[in-house]
């Protein structure tokens, strides 16, 4: 069972438009959630994380929204550029251990 | 899907003795793989990146003769603590591309507890 999802396994978005990449998690327990981006011949890369106890976390064009209530969080990225295609993974967090989706590729089109 | 099993999911272990972890690639054979670290409330940190039948490449201020890592086939990556201390205790996770390494997969991590 996927404690962590991210029901998109694709995502195409205008070079300059917003995007936004969506991850559901199931248990409510879980108080740490990060970003993470992968571009390829690299490992993935931490991108932005939000504590369960706040609802938006922003640093810079990336921003990171938390709905509790849903069990859902999305990362924004505005204005998208040529340089974020890549595949972003959402994992949540509960003491020291971490969970992570299977992640969605993000192509940014010029 | 492509799977990454890593075992064990957790261990604990007296402090000096050595302690290794296994990350296999179930269904596609991983020409590279990734180590890293959790701490609590904190973001990976990537301790090293193997590539099958060569030497791990380091991250700095990762120990290489106390995390020793061994990728000797397509299918398995090994990181072994060594003389493990207790400031070792954290979760491992490791993460395996294939040839194309447009995408990663992740093991389930495994908690290590140094007593």
């Known amino acids: 069972d996927q404690q962590v999802k991210q029901n998109s396994p694709s995502l195409s978005v205008q070079e300059g438009r917003i995007s936004i990449l969506n991850c559901d998690y199931t248990n409510s327990m879980f108080d740490y959630f990060l970003w993470y981006k992968k571009y390829p011949a690299e490992g993935p890369t931490f991108l932005i994380s939000i504590s369960s106890i706040k609802d938006k976390n922003e640093d810079g064009r990336f921003t990171v929204f938390l709905n509790k209530s849903a069990k859902h969080l999305s990362l924004h990225i505005v204005p998208s550029q040529p340089g974020d295609s890549a595949v972003y993974f959402c994992?949540?967090?509960?003491?020291?251990?971490?969970?992570f989706g299977k992640g969605t590729r993000l192509h940014i089109l010029p | 899907g492509a799977v990454v099993s890593q075992h064990p999911s957790w261990v604990i272990c007296k402090s000096g003795t050595s302690v290794k972890i296994e990350c296999r690639s179930l269904d596609f054979q991983a020409t590279t793989m990734f180590w890293y670290r959790q701490f609590p409330k904190q973001s990976l940190m990537l301790m090293a990146t193997s590539n099958e039948g060569s030497k791990a490449t380091y991250e700095q201020g990762v120990e290489k003769d106390k995390f020793l890592i061994n990728h000797a086939s397509l299918t398995l990556s090994t990181l072994t603590v060594t003389s493990a201390h207790p400031e070792d205790s954290s979760f491992y996770i490791c993460?395996?591309?294939?040839?194309?390494?447009?995408?990663?997969?992740f093991g389930q991590g495994t908690r290590l507890t140094v007593v």
């Open positions: 993460s395996a591309t294939d040839s194309f390494n447009t995408e990663a997969f």
């Open positions: 994992a949540a967090s509960l003491d020291d251990k971490i969970i």
